[in-house]
């Protein structure tokens, strides 16, 4: 009899590695990953480009009408893409720019409603692993296994630094740390959907773990799990 298939999330603050640990988590389960943060940056790329105004519902509406979002695997990562309206734009909606609007265009609650109808559909099936900041208590409020990352401040700073460096080496800590402080205020303290730790969520904070470490201690919770389902 195969194993259960169960609906696992992560959520937590910026720069905590939700979306490493997810991928990782999903390829040894056989699940599907759904980045959910590159949903909102793919929608944030978007708005940057055609100009939307975000105090504008109907503007906003519009656009969103004309968003269409998909993942498609990418043998040469070992992970899969995000693809808006077609176009492959994995690479530019981790710049800088984008990182810069997400938050604010995010905290939208249409767009936020948008996002969630998506994740909602992706995850019918279950068999998925999920990642963002509201999945445990938004969207799959269900999920047998929740999980809530966070770290010290200092280390996301250096590890956002070093992943932005690799496309733009100008980039500088203060300037790292002034987008995460913001960052976490808005997620935080939006109105609609805020980034909260589900009640039944376990921490993971990976200040001191290595990512072999972190990946240990998350797949023994999901195994527990999944074996007690069958």
């Known amino acids: 009899m195969p194993d259960k298939k169960i609906i696992i999330t992560l959520d937590g603050w910026s720069s905590c590695g939700k979306s490493t640990l997810a991928r990782a988590m999903a390829s040894a389960l056989g699940y599907v990953f759904?980045?959910?943060?590159?949903m909102y940056r793919a929608i944030t790329l978007y708005f940057i480009r055609n100009q939307i105004d975000i105090a504008d519902p109907v503007a906003v509406e519009k656009a969103l009408a004309s968003v269409q979002l998909q993942f498609v695997f990418n043998p040469a990562r070992g992970a899969s893409d995000i693809l808006l309206n077609g176009e492959n734009v994995e690479a530019l909606i981790r710049e800088m720019a984008v990182a810069s609007r997400v938050s604010e265009i995010a905290t939208l609650a249409r767009v936020r409603q948008f996002a969630v109808q998506q994740q909602q559909r992706l995850g019918k099936e279950k068999g998925i692993v999920m990642d963002g900041r509201d999945i445990g208590t938004v969207v799959f409020?269900?999920?047998?296994l929740k999980i809530f990352m966070t770290a010290d401040k200092d280390i996301r700073v250096q590890r956002r630094l070093k992943e932005l460096q690799q496309s733009d080496p100008a980039i500088t800590a203060a300037m790292v740390r002034d987008n995460l402080e913001q960052r976490?205020?808005?997620?935080?303290?939006?109105?609609?959907?805020?980034?909260r730790q589900a009640v039944d969520a376990r921490v993971l904070d990976n200040s001191n773990l290595s990512p072999a470490q972190q990946f240990e201690l998350a797949m023994g919770w999901a195994n527990a799990i999944i074996n007690q389902a069958n």
């Not at 409020?141 to 047998?144: I, K, L, S």
């Not at 976490?184 to 980034?195: F, I």
């Open 34 to 38: 759904v980045d959910s943060g590159a």
């Open 141 to 144: 409020p269900q999920a047998e």
């Open 184 to 195: 976490d205020y808005m997620d935080a303290n939006r109105v609609e959907s805020p980034l």
